[in-house]
Nanobody, 124 residues
Framework: QVQLVESGGGLVQAGGSLRLSCAASGLTFSKYAVGWFRQAPGKEREFVSTINWSGDYRYYADSVKGRFTISRENAKSTVYLQMNSLKPGDTALYYC?????????????????WGQGTQVTVSS
């Protein structure tokens, strides 16, 4: 079956960096778009970034633009989210999600498969 496993979360001070990974199995990864979403306590899940199947198209939420970079290695069935200049407001559980298709997608309802999430905590 399809599995998405996130890793790389942790506790970091404001201004620091983390790199999240999303490793996929059970699907033809190169045919799937992948998105990152996050959910802070008491808040709704929100879109962070997405990348299309080839990596040619990337899209970011305004709140992370210029600080986060999404990339993928299809040979490793993995998508990365490099997060720099982290702020306390970035604290959340980060999820990756995947769906088939040639475009990129930035609403949660468009995704079929989800990981369990990795916690990112940014201290001030």
């Amino acid at each position: 079956q399809v599995q998405l496993v996130e890793s790389g979360g942790g506790l970091v001070q404001a201004g620091g960096s983390l790199r999240l990974s999303c490793a996929a199995s059970g699907l033809t990864f190169s045919k799937y778009a992948v998105g990152w979403f996050r959910q802070a306590p008491g808040k709704e899940r929100e879109f962070v970034s997405t990348i299309n199947w080839s990596g040619d198209y990337r899209y970011y939420a305004d709140s992370v633009k210029g600080r986060f970079t999404i990339s993928r290695e299809n040979a490793k069935s993995t998508v990365y989210l490099q997060m720099n200049s982290l702020k306390p407001g970035d604290t959340a559980l980060y999820y990756c999600a995947a769906r088939g298709g040639s475009s990129y997608y930035y609403t949660a309802t468009e995704y079929n498969y989800w990981g369990q999430g990795t916690q990112v905590t940014v201290s001030s």
